[in-house]
């Protein structure tokens, strides 16, 4: 039949070597080698599954089941009966047992080798086997390995098994991202604007401030922080939908607001490197004015580059049954994986590297230095913990938990809360460093009053 493949036959349960058999869909199960380039789709069952059965019985029916479950209600439960995107891989099940001998908690697990191309993006695989007595879908007892074109499911029993996929970013899960981001956007928009006032007002009432770079380059990555959670409200906002120019103007403001914050986050671990690491030789004219043509002027040229060449438009975030979740101005869908690769994830990885090895040189500094001039062993310093946790906000710390958002939906969560909130952490930074208490002063560390001092500039 054709969308039932079925083998049975005895096995001798003193076999001195693992069986493989085939899983190809359009033909009958047989018993291979163990080339798995030969035989992608496959299942191996261990020798220990039939020795654990020599006590009983010499030899065992085993039969294995391949069925094209298709449209129709068999197998679905309430998994798949969400609308949301999930399927069965290839509508594909794969079905083991040893007669009416019930297998459970096996020693060594069986292993099913499901082989398939490049999958969507937005799409997670499980390992999954069908829990009769639920009715449903569930993963208990079995791991997933990804691969590059194929999957391999462990289990520790035999039943029907299949390759589940589920949407990461169901309508309802984007719903509860884009709430967590516009909460934490909000508290950042409103504490970047304490931190702009407050940078005002020390430089009306302390006329040295206004001679310091540092205190001008937080203020710079404040600015763009907030003009990009001004255009993320605008763009995630449920108002009318905007037309084709007035999209493309503002995926491409969208676009120079990002790229600002991560040049004037590039910016500060650069600042950061002249006075901790660098420290002699930093002389340099007219310093703030160069890092502004570098912090505004950068991602100016890029934009323009790239909406040169008509990238920017609507873009929309789809299900694996090409349901729209998420619809926004930014670039679009035909030219989105080109430029969006090459200006918005080569260009943060540019910056996270170069961040990340100025943090890492400036937190051994900060751990090693008060040893090195005291001459004796000191437990680590939680003023020194907190001058590193600082200084991270301003290089965008928060920014490389986008890294591990691939893990699953956890750290996608995770990645929105605290970057959302990185506003918040900037100003508490920098009302720390400019209002100290009396007895921070007497006995702030030396990476605390770095900061403070700047790199003459003749504006």
């Known amino acids: 039949m054709s969308f039932l493949k079925a083998a049975v036959q005895n096995v001798s349960t003193s076999i001195s070597e693992d069986l493989f058999f085939s899983l190809t869909s359009s033909q009958v199960p047989g018993q291979v080698t163990e080339d798995e380039h030969a035989y992608p789709d496959r299942v191996r069952l261990p020798r220990s599954l039939f020795e654990s059965l020599q006590s009983n019985r010499s030899e065992v029916l085993l039969a294995i089941t391949i069925l094209d479950v298709g449209p129709g209600n068999l197998f679905k439960g309430p998994q798949l009966s969400r609308k949301d995107g999930s399927h069965v891989l290839n509508n594909r099940l794969v079905g083991l047992s040893l007669g009416s001998i019930p297998v459970s908690r096996l020693a060594e697990p069986l292993e099913i080798t499901f082989s398939h191309q490049h999958l969507p993006p937005n799409m997670a695989l499980n390992c999954v086997f069908w829990d009769a007595t639920k009715g449903d879908w569930s993963s208990t007892g079995c791991s997933t390995e990804l691969r590059a074109k194929r999957t391999v499911c462990r289990c520790d029993h035999l039943t029907f098994f299949a390759l589940l996929l589920k949407p990461i970013l169901d309508q309802d899960t984007v719903k509860s991202l884009i709430r967590i981001s516009q909460a934490g956007c909000g508290a950042s928009m409103i504490f970047l604007a304490f931190t702009i006032v407050l940078y005002a007002a020390l430089r009306f009432y302390r006329l040295r401030f206004k001679s310091e770079d540092a205190p001008k380059i937080h203020v710079a990555l404040s600015v763009s922080l907030f003009l990009l959670n001004l255009t993320f409200f605008v763009n995630v906002g449920q108002g009318p939908e905007p037309r084709d120019a007035a999209c493309r103007a503002r995926g491409g403001i969208f676009h120079y607001f990002l790229l600002c914050t991560f040049t004037w986050m590039g910016l500060e671990a650069f600042h950061l490197y002249l006075l901790v690491i660098k420290v002699f030789n930093t002389y340099f004219g007219h310093y703030f004015l160069k890092l502004s043509l570098v912090g505004w002027g950068l991602p100016a040229l890029i934009v323009f580059g790239t909406g ?135 006995s702030s560390s030396g990476t605390g009053r770095a900061d403070q001092v700047h790199t003459t500039s003749h504006e």
């Open 308 to 442: 040169s060449a008509g990238s920017y438009g609507r873009y929309a975030i789809r299900d694996q049954r090409n349901v729209t979740t998420l619809e926004l101005c930014w670039f679009r869908e035909k030219t989105a994986d080109s430029a969006l690769y090459t200006t918005v994830h080569g260009y943060f990885l540019v910056t996270f590297l170069f961040s990340a090895v100025v943090l890492g040189l400036v937190a051994w500094k900060i751990f090693t230095l008060p040893r090195a001039t005291t001459g004796r062993e000191q437990g680590p310093s939680w003023k020194g913990f907190l001058t590193v946790l600082g200084l991270s906000s301003l290089v965008g710390v928060t920014w490389w938990l986008a890294i591990l958002t691939p893990l699953g939906l956890s750290t996608i969560y995770v990645f929105s809360l605290f970057n959302s909130l990185q506003g918040v952490f900037i100003f508490c930074w920098f009302a720390t460093l400019y209002f100290p208490s009396r007895s921070a002063v007497t």
